[in-house]
């Protein structure tokens, strides 16, 4: 789409252009207060993100129906008769039923997958506090994707129900009461089936927004989408079963407690009548009955699982690299070139797929590169060199500064944290001691600061993670990072001659420097020393041991008996 400078279109774009391009055009002609024009916002999004988004949602749709399939055989197998239970549910899968389930699935997909591109982000929000972390809880677009979770929930509880079939198949039944009387009664199996299912999508909803779950990051290694999807598969797998596992269990104790209030609900609206020949089931009774706990729990995982599956395939197909163009023959096409993508205001999702090009683009194109250095005509100037050259620089700047913020203001306020092993205190202790003068005039900080984390992190490293948080955490233990990346990405110690950059695997390269100097302390020029270096040089030392006092004591005898005898005069 372009915009005349003039505000006005002339007769050959109008034929060549849609009713909605020249609705924006128009827009954006009669609209001064746009930080940057839509031209140069919304074409990436949508020629590109657009399309890569139903890109995914077309192959979780056709991923549904083995999915289904793998669901129906695992929620009525039966040992002791296995043909007979492949046969069942064959006739099962095209039965009018089971097809209308699956179009209902469809939907749902659709609905996940439009979430998924409507609250996507690649910044992650981490939440300083629980006051703001419950503040994004209670933001009504956080309350309205909740309602849309728990709404979809129910379709695909509804869908388990018909699928599994049996006593949860109807939500009311003729029953006989203890009177003798025929009447119609509430179904409490299929019940309990909608509600977990809007109980999972809840919790699902919930967790997306402590751990993250719309969090797309960019792979340090890329790979072919077939081999991402591979590697992450079962990972995916193994973590929908785990935390359909702790939704179960925390649906079932919701269920003892509150159940009763639903239930009623149910029967005061829709005229049914409570079977009391049977235990009701938000009893200790009723809850203890294996097969019920069996097919909640599958079907828990059935509808975690299409979710997880559609949001893996999602985050594939958005990070996928996108080459941008280094220059452009014509200047209506100049706003898509790489250097003023990243000198524009554009979406951060654009962003990062023009700095992931760039990295690309210096490591494995010399052709592309050649064109970042091309001189104009006329004038001989490397415009694209200096456009992309600033960017690169404001952004390491930026970093730089904030980086030195945030340890100037754990610094002055005290709330450095002490090293936590008995090994790392020991460490820092020798170092600081055998630094000397030269550590002290230019030091090295011993402790690790670290970004603020999730309210909600218990363990920063070493730990298992929750499973609850396995499969979204944008870390390189998810599962959407392969045991390939992992490898390939593993952090480097500290101690390594590999650290850093090095020209030579002899030499060690020291940590960042990013204390800030203060104007009254500069008296050579030098910074002065950090507060982790000074706390390390004021540790008592550790108590000697029995036997090194001993062997002193002899080493101070033996010396003073030295001193004491005359020496012999030549």
């Known amino acids: 789409m372009h915009v005349a400078r003039s505000g006005k279109l002339s007769g050959k774009e109008f034929d060549s252009r849609s009713s909605e391009e020249i609705i924006v055009t128009v827009f954006l002609s009669t609209n001064p207060y746009k930080m940057f024009s839509t031209q140069q916002s919304s074409w990436f999004i949508r020629k590109v993100i657009c399309w890569r988004a139903a890109a995914s949602i077309a192959w979780a749709v056709l991923l549904l129906p083995p999915t289904t399939a793998v669901f129906v055989i695992l929620s009525r197998f039966s040992l002791f008769h296995p043909i007979h239970t492949i046969s069942e549910c064959f006739f099962l899968l095209t039965s009018a039923s089971a097809i209308f389930s699956l179009i209902l699935l469809f939907g749902v997909i659709l609905m996940v997958g439009f979430l998924n591109l409507e609250y996507y982000s690649v910044i992650p929000t981490i939440p300083c506090s629980k006051i703001a972390l419950l503040g994004h809880l209670l933001h009504p677009r956080q309350l309205l994707s909740s309602l849309a979770h728990c709404i979809m929930g129910v379709i695909v509880g509804w869908c388990c129900a018909i699928t599994i079939g049996g006593r949860y198949e109807t939500l009311g039944f003729s029953c006989t009461q203890t009177d003798g009387s025929a009447q119609m009664c509430l179904n409490e199996y299929q019940v309990i ?260 984390a999730s309210v909600f992190a218990r363990s920063v490293a070493g730990h298992p993670q929750s499973p609850l948080t396995a499969p979204f955490t944008p870390d390189l233990d998810s599962p959407f990072a392969s045991p390939a990346l992992r490898r390939l990405t593993a952090p480097v110690d500290q101690c390594s001659p590999w650290f850093g950059s090095v020209q030579s695997p002899h030499v060690m390269r020291r940590g960042p420097k990013l204390w800030s100097t203060s104007t009254d302390s500069q008296v050579n020029g030098s910074p002065p020393p950090s507060p982790a270096s000074v706390t390390s040089l004021k540790q008592e030392p550790s108590k000697p041991s029995l036997l090194a006092k001993f062997l002193q004591n002899r080493k101070e005898q033996v010396l003073q008996s030295d001193k004491a005898e005359p020496h012999p005069q030549l």
């Open 193 to 452: 089936l909608l509600l977990a299912g809007a109980f999972f999508g809840f919790s699902h909803s919930l967790l997306g927004v402590i751990h993250n779950m719309n969090y797309v990051a960019f792979h340090t290694v890329q790979q072919y989408k077939y081999l991402r999807f591979k590697g992450s598969l079962p990972l995916v797998v193994k973590c929908s079963a785990t935390q359909a596992l702790y939704s179960v269990r925390n649906f079932i104790v919701v269920y003892f407690f509150v159940g009763y209030i639903p239930r009623a609900w149910m029967c005061k609206t829709l005229n049914l009548e409570l079977n009391s020949s049977v235990h009701q089931l938000d009893s200790v009774a009723g809850l203890l009955d294996l097969s019920l706990l069996y097919h909640l729990w599958i079907s828990a995982t059935f509808l975690l699982f299409t979710w997880h599956i559609t949001l893996l395939l999602f985050r594939i197909f958005v990070t996928e690299v996108y080459s941008f163009p280094v220059q452009s023959t014509f200047t209506e096409d100049a706003h898509q070139c790489l250097p003023k993508v990243l000198t524009d205001k554009q979406p951060m999702i654009v962003k990062f797929l023009a700095l992931q090009d760039l990295a690309l683009l210096s490591q494995h194109s010399p052709s592309r590169r050649s064109e970042v250095f091309s001189l104009s005509q006329p004038g001989g100037h490397p415009h694209n060199w200096n456009a992309i050259s600033k960017e690169c620089l404001s952004l390491l700047t930026d970093l730089t500064q904030r980086l030195v913020v945030y340890h100037d203001t754990v610094a002055t306020n005290g709330r450095a944290k002490s090293l936590s092993t008995g090994s790392e205190r020991k460490t820092s202790s020798e170092s600081s001691v055998t630094s000397g003068t030269e550590d002290l005039m230019s030091p090295k900080p011993t402790l690790l600061m670290k970004t603020p």
